[in-house]
């Protein structure tokens, strides 16, 4: 029990820690222009929080999220180019090159409300969907990221393909306010990163409470051995459907987020190569652990914005070399080197039972 | 009927764009159980293999004939580098492999940008490739035939071998029973690093193939791997009957859709389609029967 114990406090500390930094310390000491870079890292730290309960927990590697990520994105751009028009007015990108106005499904968005909650809403449901359809059927391990994968290639290509309706390959930008508050002002972006902070720390408590109740025990059962939670009498679909659409939800907010702070949102950020890439940090972060995928894709962010600043085509091979050493010869990231650090400094080893409770091997879809 | 035929052409083209693509894929995923995601860089690696080889001999028929064999070598040498250093010790983690692979494919991409430039480069066509040929009075393009034939004689040969050869029974019995085949003498190790050099040779042969639809560039591979990935999902695991004729009903169904819609709906409804499909027969077209749970 003690090591129950422990990992709560030390849960707490650490999220006490978090908040200080992310709400005192960053905006104390970066610039406007550095912290909004790092409001740009905690949307895609959202994105890998999700991820990691999906992933890491699940056992379902998502090629996808990238969609949800999207959805979420362009439904915020959406609205934010219709109320930058004004009522009833036409986007400026639309009136360029069509005269025949705002297409229909835009219209529901010039509300905030109801683009609120479509944010919120659609990326859920057709990641209930999509895992009804599929996890029903016991499609899992490599068909599952396939379909995902195919689904990411498809959102881009329609995206592309409709260039009247969101852009095509520019995409949505040049955004000026955000719900009546002005993009110029700088303390309006310094709101925007709080907002971002904010929504990060609270999905991470929602991972956190997932992760240790009843459900998050169930989610690991069902990556470990699918067969046997359904001859104890649960549903592995319904267990795997609720943790895909949570994941997609917290996709779907940082999307969301994503487009005020950075200013454009475009088929390049949400593609298959991007869904992928989302996948990096928290492979390297660790992909079990709670603040591994946040930690993992806040510094794989980081460091791409500072190596693509000074080698331009440094970074692929960068980002290719991480993911065949990391995901080859340190399944667990860097979190297995701490744990493998904490348990050998303990001066009483904790029973290997209780530790393996806590802290879940991944089995890497042995069943696919 | 005019628009029928071509239609149909068309999709019957398209498919075995994509049954070359496949068929590699076929047998690395779907008999080694490795999801290679650097598949559609090796199709790359062969497509300029193929241009190497024309600037070097400059006669454009020679050049395609000789390039053949060259990308199935080349081809199957990444394929067994990557096997041998990175694949051998993943086997148990088949889901890691995509993410490993995707890896190797992200510099493999690079490495071709930075020797070959972003630009897309050109391998002329030879001169008995070019034009059409009449058929029952429809033109059909010299080109596709070409890449339809191609298709048809790479399923033969490696159906072929498969079956027949001794090489062929072994990899066959690696696939059903890999500690059976092991204690019946079978090396199961030479037997995956043949496996891989084949079905990346594939790749190789797939990626000349392609020259003779456009102009090629780094990006080539990354556009036909996801419906390469799908053609083997709908086939059945380890079936290369599956492949075949996933791959030309997914291609006829593209070019059907396309032409009723557009290129973007179309991947979106087909997209739909395998998903709507895979609820019936998950385990695809043709399913291997166990008592296995998983």
């Given at each position: 029990?003690?090591?129950?114990?422990?990992?709560?406090?030390?849960?707490?500390?650490?999220?006490?820690?978090?908040?200080?930094?992310?709400?005192?310390?960053?905006?104390?000491?970066?610039?406007?222009?550095?912290?909004?870079?790092?409001?740009?890292?905690?949307?895609?730290?959202?994105?890998?929080?999700?991820?990691?309960?999906?992933?890491?927990?699940?056992?379902?590697?998502?090629?996808?999220?990238?969609?949800?990520?999207?959805?979420?994105?362009?439904?915020?751009?959406?609205?934010?180019?219709?109320?930058?028009?004004?009522?009833?007015?036409?986007?400026?990108?639309?009136?360029?090159?069509?005269?025949?106005?705002?297409?229909?499904?835009?219209?529901?968005?010039?509300?905030?409300?109801?683009?609120?909650?479509?944010?919120?809403?659609?990326?859920?449901?057709?990641?209930?969907?999509?895992?009804?359809?599929?996890?029903?059927?016991?499609?899992?391990?490599?068909?599952?990221?396939?379909?995902?994968?195919?689904?990411?290639?498809?959102?881009?290509?329609?995206?592309?393909?409709?260039?009247?309706?969101?852009?095509?390959?520019?995409?949505?930008?040049?955004?000026?306010?955000?719900?009546?508050?002005?993009?110029?002002?700088?303390?309006?972006?310094?709101?925007?990163?709080?907002?971002?902070?904010?929504?990060?720390?609270?999905?991470?408590?929602?991972?956190?409470?997932?992760?240790?109740?009843?459900?998050g025990e169930l989610l690991v059962a069902c990556r470990d051995g699918e067969e046997r939670v359904r001859f104890l009498g649960y549903d592995p679909a319904t267990v795997k459907t609720v943790a895909f659409a949570v994941a997609a939800m917290m996709a779907g907010v940082?999307?969301?987020?994503?487009?005020?702070?950075?200013?454009?949102?475009?088929?390049?950020?949400?593609?298959?190569?991007?869904?992928?890439?989302?996948?990096?940090?928290?492979?390297?972060?660790?992909?079990?652990?709670?603040?591994?995928?946040?930690?993992?894709?806040?510094?794989?962010?980081?460091?791409?914005?500072?190596?693509?600043?000074?080698?331009?085509?440094?970074?692929?091979?960068?980002?290719?070399?991480?993911?065949?050493?990391?995901?080859?010869?340190?399944?667990?990231?860097?979190?297995?080197?701490?744990?493998?650090?904490?348990?050998?400094?303990?001066?009483?080893?904790?029973?290997?039972?209780?530790?393996?409770?806590?802290?879940?091997?991944?089995?890497?879809?042995?069943?696919? | 009927?005019?628009?029928?035929?071509?239609?149909?052409?068309?999709?019957?083209?398209?498919?075995?764009?994509?049954?070359?693509?496949?068929?590699?894929?076929?047998?690395?995923?779907?008999?080694?159980?490795?999801?290679?995601?650097?598949?559609?860089?090796?199709?790359?690696?062969?497509?300029?293999?193929?241009?190497?080889?024309?600037?070097?001999?400059?006669?454009?028929?020679?050049?395609?004939?000789?390039?053949?064999?060259?990308?199935?070598?080349?081809?199957?040498?990444?394929?067994?580098?990557?096997?041998?250093?990175?694949?051998?010790?993943?086997?148990?983690?088949?889901?890691?492999?995509?993410?490993?692979?995707?890896?190797?494919?992200?510099?493999?991409?690079?490495?071709?940008?930075?020797?070959?430039?972003?630009?897309?480069?050109?391998?002329?066509?030879?001169?008995?490739?070019?034009?059409?040929?009449?058929?029952?009075?429809?033109?059909?393009?010299?080109?596709?035939?070409?890449?339809?034939?191609?298709?048809?004689?790479?399923?033969?040969?490696?159906?072929?071998?498969?079956?027949?050869?001794?090489?062929?029974?072994?990899?066959?019995?690696?696939?059903?029973?890999?500690?059976?085949?092991?204690?019946?003498?079978?090396?199961?190790?030479?037997?995956?690093?043949?496996?891989?050099?084949?079905?990346?040779?594939?790749?190789?042969?797939?990626?000349?193939?392609?020259?003779?639809?456009?102009?090629?560039?780094?990006?080539?591979?990354?556009?036909?791997?996801?419906?390469?990935?799908?053609?083997?999902?709908?086939?059945?695991?380890?079936?290369?009957?599956?492949?075949?004729?996933?791959?030309?009903?997914?291609?006829?169904?593209?070019?059907?859709?396309?032409?009723?819609?557009?290129?973007?709906?179309?991947?979106?409804?087909?997209?739909?389609?395998?998903?709507?499909?895979?609820?019936?027969?998950?385990?695809?077209?043709?399913?291997?029967?166990?008592?296995?749970?998983?």
């Open positions: 029990m003690t090591s129950i114990f422990r990992s709560r406090y030390a849960v707490g500390i650490g999220f006490l820690v978090a908040a200080v930094l992310l709400f005192a310390v960053a905006p104390a000491v970066l610039t406007t222009f550095r912290l909004g870079l790092l409001g740009k890292y905690l949307c895609y730290a959202m994105v890998a929080v999700g991820i990691g309960l999906a992933w890491g927990r699940g056992g379902m590697l998502t090629l996808g999220q990238g969609v949800f990520f999207g959805i979420g994105a362009y439904l915020m751009a959406m609205h934010l180019k219709l109320a930058d028009a004004g009522p009833g007015a036409v986007p400026d990108f639309m009136a360029l090159i069509s005269s025949e106005g705002v297409p229909w499904w835009w219209e529901p968005f010039r509300s905030g409300t109801v683009t609120i909650i479509a944010i919120l809403v659609l990326p859920t449901l057709l990641a209930v969907l999509l895992g009804q359809a599929t996890f029903r059927r016991k499609v899992r391990g490599a068909y599952f990221a396939i379909l995902s994968q195919a689904l990411a290639a498809a959102f881009a290509i329609l995206l592309i393909g409709n260039p009247v309706a969101t852009g095509g390959s520019t995409g949505l930008n040049n955004f000026k306010g955000f719900f009546g508050f002005s993009l110029r002002d700088p303390a309006n972006r310094q709101m925007l990163y709080f907002i971002a902070a904010a929504a990060l720390l609270v999905m991470v408590l929602v991972a956190r409470q997932l992760m240790v109740s009843r459900f940082g999307g969301a987020l994503f487009v005020p702070i950075v200013g454009i949102i475009s088929p390049n950020d949400v593609g298959v190569v991007p869904s992928i890439g989302l996948l990096i940090g928290v492979a390297i972060g660790g992909r079990t652990t709670l603040a591994g995928p946040v930690l993992g894709a806040i510094a794989v962010a980081w460091a791409e914005t500072s190596l693509s600043e000074q080698f331009p085509s440094g970074w692929t091979y960068v980002q290719g070399l991480m993911f065949m050493l990391v995901v080859a010869f340190l399944p667990g990231g860097l979190a297995s080197l701490v744990k493998w650090r904490r348990t050998a400094k303990a001066d009483p080893p904790p029973p290997p039972a209780a530790e393996k409770d806590l802290t879940p091997e991944p089995a890497g879809g042995a069943q696919a | 009927m005019d628009i029928l035929v071509t239609q149909v052409f068309n999709g019957l083209s398209g498919g075995s764009i994509l049954l070359l693509a496949a068929l590699g894929l076929a047998l690395t995923f779907g008999q080694m159980g490795v999801i290679n995601m650097a598949h559609g860089e090796f199709m790359m690696a062969g497509a300029y293999t193929a241009y190497v080889c024309q600037q070097l001999l400059g006669s454009a028929g020679v050049s395609l004939l000789v390039s053949l064999p060259i990308a199935f070598l080349i081809g199957g040498l990444l394929g067994v580098v990557l096997e041998a250093t990175l694949l051998r010790r993943m086997y148990h983690r088949p889901l890691d492999t995509l993410l490993v692979t995707w890896g190797v494919s992200l510099i493999l991409q690079q490495l071709a940008r930075d020797l070959f430039g972003t630009a897309g480069v050109d391998v002329a066509a030879p001169a008995w490739l070019s034009g059409p040929v009449e058929i029952l009075g429809f033109a059909f393009p010299r080109s596709r035939l070409f890449i339809l034939v191609l298709a048809i004689v790479a399923v033969v040969a490696v159906t072929l071998v498969l079956k027949l050869t001794p090489l062929g029974r072994r990899i066959r019995a690696t696939v059903q029973n890999r500690q059976l085949a092991e204690s019946a003498g079978i090396s199961t190790r030479r037997t995956d690093m043949l496996t891989f050099f084949i079905g990346s040779g594939l790749a190789g042969i797939a990626g000349v193939a392609l020259t003779l639809m456009g102009s090629i560039s780094s990006n080539l591979g990354t556009s036909y791997i996801v419906d390469a990935f799908l053609v083997v999902i709908i086939g059945g695991i380890g079936q290369i009957k599956g492949a075949v004729i996933a791959a030309f009903v997914l291609g006829v169904a593209q070019s059907w859709i396309e032409y009723s819609t557009s290129a973007s709906i179309a991947k979106v409804i087909v997209f739909a389609l395998v998903v709507a499909f895979l609820q019936f027969r998950p385990q695809g077209i043709f399913q291997v029967r166990t008592r296995s749970l998983v």
